[in-house]
């Protein structure tokens, strides 16, 4: 009899166990790719009603049949989610079964001094460590680096853009490069290091950055949003948006590309502050795109080539993204991303997709780069870097080296052809 009761508790135990077991712990990131138009609708309210955050399309708007859904689903939510997959017979794919690892590993060895050894640029950094490095940069490069205040963000921190010059000749033009305008896309101000970096360092010895810098001024924002940034190291490593309040909802955050005059908030944006591609009140109504803006009007008739850089999905876009119609120099732009592209390919065996955004991914108006071409910026890209959805947002420190490399052979071959054609 005793046996037999101890049998019972153990078979009790082992169910409470296994169910435990099925309680997930850990943050995942589900692939999903709908089959039926019941499944894109199952996903859109997915991923408006609970708790997760679309990674891939930006917007549930724009998830259809027979392609890829990248989903973030934190812990708590995991079994709802998936049980509602399941009851709609809706397959999944576990991207990544832990992300909370990884988001351990980039916000670990966060350290403070840009000279402690090698593998500085090769890890993310806090924005106080940015701005940290952005003021020793300059002060330890007295002759070719200046910090420029360019204005200040919704919660009142500074811009600063690093302007990197290396000779005084007259009519020198510029290009300009910003980064961590979206705060998840990490491996973005990761890379406005990285690039400053291999400037500083490799001038006068790689010929073709030696060849730009020589005929070059280069403006280099390191992060355009840095109160989303912040708050994505903080509180939630899945924001977006900058975090300007909107006095009709208690929803936070512009999508600043999404901000700026270019066929601003037509279709491919929304005026519901509750999305992640919310548009503003109107045009520049933020100060981070509207700094941005300012310094560019100022500084048109140097500024030749015109640069943003995001993560993810390996993309060199240009415009335009805010209408279907072809930019005047679209043969010269196509030209010049496919070089950039066929040189990551060849150098670092890596697929990198190129052309116009409003045909390579989807519309999507009020850019940053569709706004700076309409102001005469005729060479005006965005960069997606790595990866393709592997790791997503949450690309590991050991993969900036290969992002940023590939992402700095694009940016050489298409600054030395501006310096070619003008
Ligand atoms: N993923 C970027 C975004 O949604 C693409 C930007 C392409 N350019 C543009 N003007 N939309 O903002
Ligand atoms: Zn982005």
């Known amino acids: 009899m005793a046996t037999l009761l101890l049998f019972f508790v153990f078979l009790n135990l082992d169910l409470l166990l296994r169910t435990g077991h099925c309680r997930e712990t850990r943050d995942q990131i589900l692939s999903i790719t709908p089959k039926t138009q019941e499944h894109v609708d199952i996903l859109r309210n997915v991923s408006t009603q609970y708790e997760t955050a679309l990674w891939q399309p930006v917007s549930p708007q724009y998830i259809k049949e027979e392609t890829q859904v990248h989903l973030f689903v934190p812990a708590n939510s995991s079994e709802t989610v998936k049980n509602l997959l399941q009851r709609h017979a809706v397959t999944h794919e576990v991207l990544l079964a832990n992300a909370n690892e990884l988001i351990e590993m980039q916000t670990r060895n966060d350290s403070t001094d840009p000279r402690s050894g090698s593998t500085f640029y090769e890890r993310y950094h806090s924005l106080e460590d940015i701005y940290y490095w952005i003021n020793r940069t300059a002060h330890d490069n007295p002759n070719t680096v200046k910090v420029i205040l360019v204005g200040s963000s919704y919660e009142k921190r500074p811009l600063y853009a690093l302007k990197l010059s290396f000779n005084n000749r007259t009519n020198k033009k510029a290009m300009w490069i910003d980064c961590g305008i979206h705060a998840r896309e990490w491996v973005s101000p990761a890379f406005c290091l990285w690039f ?97 803006a300012n310094f560019l009007r100022s500084h048109k008739d140097t500024v030749q080539l015109y640069l943003s850089i995001h993560s993810y999905s390996q993309m060199l876009l240009f415009p335009y993204s805010c209408t279907l119609e072809e930019a005047e120099n679209h043969r010269d732009l196509l030209e010049m991303a496919q070089e950039a592209a066929q040189k990551i390919r060849r150098y670092y065996r890596n697929t990198y997709r190129y052309g116009a955004g409003a045909k390579t991914i989807y519309l999507a108006p009020g850019g940053s780069d569709d706004w700076a071409y309409n102001l005469g910026i005729k060479y005006s890209f965005t960069f997606e870097l790595q990866d393709r959805g592997r790791y997503g947002f949450l690309l590991p420190p050991s993969h900036i080296s290969g992002a940023c490399n590939e992402a700095l052979i694009a940016v050489k071959t298409i600054a030395l052809k501006v310096i070619e054609k003008t």
């Open 196 to 292: 400053v970096h291999y400037s500083l360092s490799f001038y006068n010895i790689n010929q073709d950055i030696t060849h730009i810098l020589d005929n070059m001024d280069v403006y280099v924002l390191p992060v355009l949003n840095p109160d989303g940034y912040k708050y994505s190291w903080t509180s939630n490593r899945m924001w977006r948006k900058n975090r300007s309040i909107s006095k009709t909802t208690s929803c936070i955050g512009v999508d600043l590309n999404r901000n700026f005059d270019a066929n601003w908030c037509t279709e491919g944006a929304s005026h519901n502050p509750c999305t992640e591609i919310y548009c503003g009140m109107f045009p520049e109504s933020e100060p981070e795109s509207q700094a941005v």
